[in-house]
């Protein structure tokens, strides 16, 4: 997907995925609460027929490639990749789509699943500190426009797989969630399987008790989850600390009741799995064990 592209399709879709829906609409316009931040008053102006907006409380608009490029805090070849994962109707129906481009996203073949066995994606699991975890991934063998390659799959509640090694970031199948359900009425949210495996690596020093877990696999999921988040008595978030993990907590704050951020046990670290990889590093440099995660976790919390 190019820019021309992913500006064509409607912005009115791309905000729904979000889970941002108008106050108050027409033929001509719609009008929404920031999504960039909270407000009681709508600011944010969608023009339906130039598929523009603008944010009066700012005073900054554009298209949908500026829209994302701050919501996501992102560039440009960021968010065109974030697209590709997504499936919106108004481009499927595009006319002047790309025969060979929507051939090289969507079609491949899965040649063998199994247990991860490749030294390569051993190693790279062990660069990530979560060599232990693969009772949760396969081993996918998959070819794309003639050409054979591999990586570690995570499967999603659609049949898809999330699929990373140490070159490439991509998803086969239909984008989805993926639920871990083990009959609790406690649920942990994670953005991606890296970070709920670095989670599962230090669950027990956090003496957390059993849980259902989601993983989202893309923040534009937040949508799919809202239904399922009313049936816990309480919810714990572990997202990225950045601009899109901010703006998803908010948005799953306003679903429900009971749900915790629990972002500040690794507050000076992007995410879960890079305050793991740090944690680790400090235990071998230090030649001891790092102070107990659950005193570091309960004296934050404040409690």
Same mark, same amino acid.
């Given at each position: 997907?190019?820019?021309? #592209?992913?500006?064509?399709?409607?912005?009115?879709?791309?905000?729904?995925?979000?889970?941002?829906?108008?106050?108050?609409?027409?033929?001509?316009?719609?009008?929404?609460?920031?999504?960039?931040?909270?407000?009681?008053?709508?600011?944010?102006?969608?023009?339906?027929?130039?598929?523009?907006?603008?944010?009066?409380?700012?005073?900054?608009?554009?298209?949908?490639?500026?829209?994302?490029?701050?919501?996501?805090?992102?560039?440009?070849?960021?968010?065109?990749?974030?697209?590709?994962?997504?499936?919106?109707?108004?481009?499927?129906?595009?006319?002047?789509?790309?025969?060979?481009?929507?051939?090289?996203?969507?079609?491949?073949?899965?040649?063998?699943?199994?247990?991860?066995?490749?030294?390569?994606?051993?190693?790279?699991?062990?660069?990530?500190?979560?060599?232990?975890?693969?009772?949760?991934?396969?081993?996918?063998?998959? #070819?794309?426009?003639?050409?054979?390659?591999?990586?570690?799959?995570?499967?999603?509640?659609?049949?898809?797989?999330?699929?990373?090694?140490?070159?490439?970031?991509?998803?086969?199948?239909?984008?989805?969630?993926?639920?871990?359900?083990?009959?609790?009425?406690?649920?942990?949210?994670?953005?991606?399987?890296?970070?709920?495996?670095?989670?599962?690596?230090?669950?027990?020093?956090?003496?957390?008790?059993?849980?259902?877990?989601?993983?989202?696999?893309?923040?534009?999921?937040?949508?799919?989850?809202?239904?399922?988040?009313?049936?816990?008595?309480?919810?714990?978030?572990?997202?990225?600390?950045?601009?899109?993990?901010?703006?998803?907590?908010?948005?799953?704050?306003?679903?429900?009741?009971?749900?915790?951020?629990?972002?500040?046990?690794?507050?000076?670290?992007?995410?879960?799995?890079?305050?793991?990889?740090?944690?680790?590093?400090?235990?071998?440099?230090?030649?001891?064990?790092?102070?107990?995660?659950?005193?570091?976790?309960?004296?934050?919390?404040?409690?």
């Amino acid at each position: 997907m190019n820019c021309n #592209q992913f500006n064509s399709i409607k912005l009115e879709e791309v905000l729904v995925s979000l889970g941002h829906h108008p106050t108050k609409q027409n033929e001509k316009e719609a009008w929404y609460l920031n999504p960039f931040s909270t407000e009681t008053q709508a600011s944010f102006k969608l023009n339906k027929r130039n598929n523009v907006w603008y944010l009066h409380s700012e005073g900054i608009g554009g298209n949908n490639i500026d829209f994302m490029k701050k919501y996501l805090n992102a560039s440009i070849k960021e968010v065109l990749a974030w697209a590709e994962q997504q499936n919106f109707s108004s481009f499927q129906h595009q006319s002047n789509s790309n025969p060979k481009q929507e051939a090289l996203a969507n079609h491949y073949t899965i040649i063998e699943v199994k247990d991860i066995q490749h030294p390569a994606l051993l190693e790279y699991l062990k660069s990530r500190k979560v060599e232990n975890q693969t009772i949760y991934l396969k081993e996918i063998h998959y #070819q794309i426009n003639d050409k054979c390659y591999f990586g570690i799959g995570f499967k999603n509640d659609s049949g898809g797989y999330e699929i990373r090694n140490k070159y490439s970031k991509i998803c086969l199948g239909k984008k989805d969630i993926s639920t871990i359900k083990n009959g609790e009425e406690s649920l942990r949210i994670f953005e991606g399987f890296f970070d709920f495996l670095s989670f599962k690596n230090i669950e027990d020093d956090l003496q957390k008790k059993p849980s259902d877990y989601i993983i989202l696999n893309s923040v534009s999921m937040i949508t799919k989850i809202k239904n399922l988040i009313q049936n816990y008595q309480k919810v714990e978030l572990y997202f990225d600390n950045d601009n899109a993990g901010n703006r998803a907590v908010e948005m799953i704050k306003n679903i429900g009741e009971n749900i915790e951020d629990c972002r500040i046990l690794y507050k000076n670290h992007k995410d879960l799995n890079e305050f793991l990889m740090s944690w680790e590093m400090r235990k071998r440099d230090t030649g001891r064990e790092y102070e107990d995660l659950n005193k570091i976790n309960t004296r934050k919390l404040g409690r």
